[in-house]
């Protein structure tokens, strides 16, 4: 089992950037697949960036390619996700997660989840 805290949402003006942080404590880091996911209010949780154990293998959705950036560092036990040119749209918690499944987009494998942080680009 993996327990997972994220860190450095917040407010931010459209254009700008922030930089979301999870550390994991418990079982070997890197024997997890790391996902960030978001729900904003009203709508379903998506997958928004998703990285393999190695570090190698990445996945986007269409609406942050381009602008985020996800990346893991298993020294530190952090994976995190760089967002550039912030949009309104992209408000909402986002959360860690973590998957002992070899598919990183399988949404519904990530069975270990962070608390959220609030990330709010305001116009």
């Known amino acids: 089992q993996v327990q997972l805290v994220e860190s450095g949402g917040g407010l931010v003006q459209a254009g700008g950037s922030l930089r979301l942080s999870c550390v994991a404590s418990?079982?070997?880091?890197?024997?997890?697949?790391m996902g960030w996911f978001r729900q904003a209010p009203g709508k379903e949780r998506e997958l928004v960036a998703a990285i393999s154990r190695s570090g190698i293998t990445t996945y986007y959705a269409d609406s942050v390619k381009g602008r985020f950036t996800i990346s893991r560092d298993n020294a530190k036990n952090t994976v995190y996700l760089k967002m550039n040119s912030l949009k309104p749209e992209d408000t909402a918690v986002y959360y860690c997660a973590a998957s002992d499944w070899v598919e990183i987009t399988a949404s519904g494998r990530y069975a270990y989840w962070g608390q959220g942080t609030q990330v709010t680009v305001s116009s």
């Open positions: 418990g079982r070997t880091f890197s024997s997890y697949a």
